[in-house]
């Protein structure tokens, strides 16, 4: 039973430091201009203008499921001898 608990608290912890992290790279990427990368480039970039993902959202959400994923392997790995 303890080491559900534990699980449990670490999966809850690793989704909470996911999520703050990447609404905090979100916006320190937004603010730096990355968004206006396809300008610089010369791409259209009207198809993606509708869309809610930006190039900054993006990073943000991939950054997002490594640290949930890199924060599910320690509960699953067991206890370290």
Not at 31 to 47: A, E, F, H, M
Request: aromatic letters at 14%; charged letters at 15%; hydrophobic letters at 45%.
């Amino acid at each position: 039973m303890p080491n559900t608990f534990v699980a449990i608290i670490l999966w809850l912890a690793g989704y909470y430091l996911a999520k703050f992290v990447s609404k905090l790279l979100t916006s320190l990427l937004q603010r730096t201009g990355i968004n206006s990368v396809y300008d610089y480039l010369g791409w259209d970039r009207r198809p993606a203008a509708d869309s809610k993902f930006g190039l900054a959202s993006l990073l943000g959400q991939i950054t997002k499921v490594i640290i949930i994923l890199f924060s599910q392997l320690k509960p699953f790995n067991g206890p370290t001898p």
